[in-house]
């Protein structure tokens, strides 16, 4: 294996929604076990990038690949690119993705969110699956809290589960977007206290959209400025929030900061 490879390649990306060009030729590599903070005014393009590295959506042009393996393909006269079933299948594989809005299934208890997936579609067994729950139960300090159900939980509580049912099927890379704009205040700082941890003490690749700057300049090793489709800038966070190069990024910052 080259050593250089990034895990993650993205050339030239674009997505177009109608007459809205939302990703204007997106370049980004991001080498295994990056912590990553992207930024940015709301419509630049955030949450499209992240939605079409976990596959939930097309890219119109350009490619993503992963260790070196193309994961778009251009299919002849489609508007849209199109990905093999098994580029998807090792995509999905190898990714996790947790939402501003939990989407906990509801009609299962904590622990059973957790196992499901794991149990499903890697054929885990149920004593494995279980056990592990309860490891990442622990861990989001859930535990006491397995055998509720999602409707009994708080906001803070219901992103700890959905962060930990993420783990359950043990991604190499986790995509976090938004994760606490849907919180109140006061239940912001136990899920960011979570996502420190894993931050901390895992070699995961992370990739966080944020508006919680303090929190992105503590924990990321790369902050990524999003504006109208692409990265307009990007450097470790010292440089992004002290000595911002671009008006837009200076710009931002005076409204978040
Ligand atoms: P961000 O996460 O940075 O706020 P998004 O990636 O969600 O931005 O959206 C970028 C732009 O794309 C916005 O103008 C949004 O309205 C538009 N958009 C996002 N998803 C869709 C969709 N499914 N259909 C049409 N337009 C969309
Ligand atoms: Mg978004």
New binding site residues.
């Given amino acids: 294996m080259n050593e250089s490879l990034p895990q993650l390649r993205i050339r030239n990306l674009k997505?177009i929604?109608?007459e809205?060009q939302?990703l204007r030729g997106l370049n980004l590599d991001i080498q295994a076990g990056e912590k990553i903070a992207i930024i940015?005014?709301?419509?630049?393009?955030?949450?499209?990038?992240?939605?079409i590295l976990m596959t939930l959506?097309a890219p119109n042009g350009g490619e993503v690949f992963l260790e070196g393996e193309s994961v778009w393909t251009m299919t002849d006269g489609a508007n849209e690119q199109k990905a093999s079933e098994a580029h998807l299948h090792r995509m999905r594989a190898k990714l996790g993705m947790v939402f501003q809005h939990f989407f906990l299934f509801p009609h299962l208890s904590v622990q059973q969110n957790l196992t499901l997936a794991p149990m499903l579609v890697n054929h885990v067994s149920p004593s494995e699956a279980q056990e592990r729950a309860m490891e990442l139960l622990a861990m989001v300090g859930m535990d006491e809290k397995a055998d509720a159900y999602p409707a009994q939980l708080s906001g803070g509580q219901k992103q700890r589960v959905a962060i930990a049912r993420a783990m359950a099927m043990q991604p190499e890379i986790m995509l976090f977007?938004?994760v606490t704009s849907a919180l109140d205040p006061e239940l912001v700082h136990e899920v960011l206290s979570v996502l420190r941890k894993l931050a901390a003490k895992s070699d995961m690749t992370m990739l966080l959209?944020t508006h919680e700057m303090n929190f992105a300049r503590e924990i990321a090793d790369r902050i990524l400025f999003?504006d109208g489709?692409v990265i307009l800038e990007e450097g470790p966070p010292s440089q992004i929030f002290t000595a911002p190069q671009e008006a837009r990024t200076q710009e931002f910052l005076k409204t978040v900061l």
């Fill in positions: 997505k929604y109608g809205n939302v940015g005014p709301s419509g630049s393009g955030k949450s499209t990038l992240l939605r959506e977007d938004e959209v999003f489709g």
